[in-house]
């Protein structure tokens, strides 16, 4: 059984690499540190515009403390780019540019109130399992890499975002799920 492929062979249908292709996993761990690094700061700018569209106390605070927990993430990011020698650059993040967009749509196609509550959390968890799948790569990423303090540095981020996703979820189950659910009859009767 074949495993490998050289590189004179070629697969029918597949894409060769461009000239900046990734050869090796440090390649893709130095795209993934980009990548997020882009992603986060643009976040610090996104959620000051969520917090100012949401109405529920308990989603305000939650979107605040996103906003320091990213601030954290972006030093983090910057201290994982000195620790491994790469250079601290954002290469913008296409998967994040969509989950924003859709959270700008959202905003703009949704009343003030429970409803855009309910999806804006829905867009936060989005943003939320994109972190974690990233964060959780880069990881295990940087462990194969002998990267410790930088595996180290992005297992905190990954628990932190692990733990907001989590606390999105309560606060959409306590109450503005039920609430929004709420509006559906009323608009429907």
Known sequence: MRTAISKNESIKGAVKGG?????????????????????????????????KNASSPELVTSLKNQLNETQEHVS???????????????????????????????????????????????????????????????????KTLGENKAANLLALSLDEEKKTDALLTGIAMSHINKQAHKADAITNT
């Open 19 to 51: 000239a900046n292709a990734a050869h090796g996993l440090r390649d893709l761990f130095e795209v993934g540190l980009k990548d997020i690094y882009w992603a986060e700061k643009v976040l610090t700018k996104t959620l000051p515009k969520m917090v």
């Open 76 to 142: 983090r990011l910057e201290k994982i780019f000195e620790v491994t020698g790469v250079q601290a650059t954002a290469k913008k993040c296409e998967a994040m540019d969509g989950i924003l967009k859709e959270t700008n749509n959202l905003i703009k196609q949704t009343d003030l109130g429970v409803v855009r509550d309910a999806g804006m959390i829905a867009a936060g968890q989005k943003v939320k399992h994109y972190e974690i799948a990233t964060y959780g790569t880069l990881h295990a990423y940087a």
